[in-house]
């Protein structure tokens, strides 16, 4: 008797993972897995990596004489893991997040407590003028950034209480999503690392925009950002290399030394014209005169030396990315898939409005990564992990399966 259930659950269980299934239905099972995904939007984002990957290397390859390819393997080792993490997150339905989003929660805060115990300045900080900015934690080889994974877990937790919150937000509702968002903005802000809070207060308005919390407490919460940022400044909170990006903002005159990271890229990019100077090409990329092109700059090497066309093409790529992530918004199956992909939607259009902006001198200079382009790996993992949390509502859709 043992034996013939030992054979049938062996039966069974090589079935369940297709090991007596035949060549054909092996192949049928994964056209129709396939077709459950966007293709556009997956094929959107190799393409941008590619485009990274051959940036980084055109931005790098005089930094190091004797190894030109340091930074281009250290990068592609990079997009290989983030790839892998989009695949999980692809096939492990998304709604078994909602399960550990508190402990995910309580991991980024204590990473962050953790960048102050023992963080250490990233490896390109100084040359970006981030006046030593402590935003890292060192993993033997590896170092990670804690607050571009802050951004994802802020989108899961705010996501999650919508789609458990029943009948009208009271005021104790708002507060209680305004305060998940501000323990790991404040956390982000003292590193310093302004961009990215800015990024988290983005994404927690679209998320009470989307939640459908009313428009007089949204415009409230917009005052008391501007009060509070105000009240910042005059109380000298910002270090002084935040304070001379916002007066170079505000005062673009190339004569002044806090200008001439601004005033070096927006020249790069000029010199790029319509067709630009040809990949590999370009006086100001490959003399490194752009401080720190292969990441906070990198779009300054895509506009000289692909010049205005190349730009735009790169603009369009994101544009799909971003119509696509759009879509899925409205054929999510519940709230919390809803939120997960306009969470992601404004973290990637803001990232890219922000980084593509500050190069041409339209924002402010903060140190936000251009998605999938930028060399870093913690910025390209979350990339990837945002994608495939929307690629994963879209295939959990009603109609997909």
């Known amino acids: 008797m043992s034996i013939k259930l030992f054979e049938q659950a062996k039966y069974t269980r090589g079935a369940h993972y297709g090991g007596n299934k035949r060549p054909r239905e092996v192949f049928e099972d994964t056209l129709g897995f396939l077709s459950q995904l966007d293709l556009y939007l997956l094929l959107s984002t190799v393409v941008l990596t590619v485009i990274g990957l051959l940036m980084v290397f055109s931005a790098t390859r005089n930094l190091i004489p004797t190894e030109p390819s340091y930074y281009i393997k250290r990068q592609i080792v990079y997009a290989v893991i983030g790839f892998m993490a989009m695949c999980f997150f692809i096939v492990v339905d998304y709604r078994l997040l909602q399960r550990f989003t508190n402990l995910l929660y309580a991991l980024v805060i204590l990473s962050l407590l953790a960048v102050r115990a023992i963080g250490h300045v990233s490896g390109f900080g100084n040359a970006a003028g981030s006046g030593g900015a402590i935003r890292e934690i060192a993993l033997g080889p590896i170092a990670i950034q804690p ?19 029943v009948g009208a937000y009271t005021r104790q509702d708002i507060a209680k999503m305004v305060l998940i968002a501000a323990l790991p903005m404040g ?54 290399y935040q304070l001379s990006r916002l007066t170079g903002y505000l005062n673009q005159n190339c004569n002044l030394i806090q200008n001439y990271n601004l005033c070096i890229s927006k020249t790069a990019i000029g010199a790029g014209g319509f067709r630009g100077a040809g990949l590999f090409q370009g006086a100001f990329t490959n003399n490194q005169y752009v401080p720190v092109q292969y990441a906070d700059f990198i779009f300054s090497a895509i506009g000289e030396q692909l010049g205005f066309v190349g730009s735009i093409a790169v603009l369009m790529v994101f544009g799909i990315l971003a119509f696509r992530i759009f879509r899925a918004i409205g ?32 924002m402010p200079i903060t140190g936000i990564p251009l998605p999938f382009i930028s060399y870093g790996g913690s910025a390209l993992f979350a990339f990837f992990i945002a994608i495939g949390l929307v690629v994963n509502v879209e295939r959990n859709a009603p109609g997909r399966r």
């Not at 607050?147 to 919150?165: C, P, W």
């Not at 310093?192 to 679209?206: M, Q």
């Not at 409230?220 to 910002?238: E, I, M, N, P, R």
């Open 147 to 165: 607050s571009e994974f802050a951004v994802l877990v802020v989108i899961l937790a705010i996501a999650k209480i919508v789609d458990e919150h």
């Open 187 to 240: 956390l982000v802000l003292i590193q310093p690392d302004l961009g990215t809070t800015i990024i988290i207060a983005v994404v927690l308005f679209t998320l009470l925009t989307i939640a459908g919390v009313r428009a007089r407490y949204l415009l409230s919460g917009l005052a008391l950002a501007v009060v509070f940022f105000f009240a910042f400044t005059g109380l000298h909170l910002l270090h002084s």
């Open 331 to 362: 054929r999510s199956a519940d709230r919390f898939g809803q939120l997960i992909c306009a969470g992601v939607l404004a973290f990637l259009v803001f990232s890219v409005f922000q980084n593509v902006g500050m190069t041409v001198g339209l």
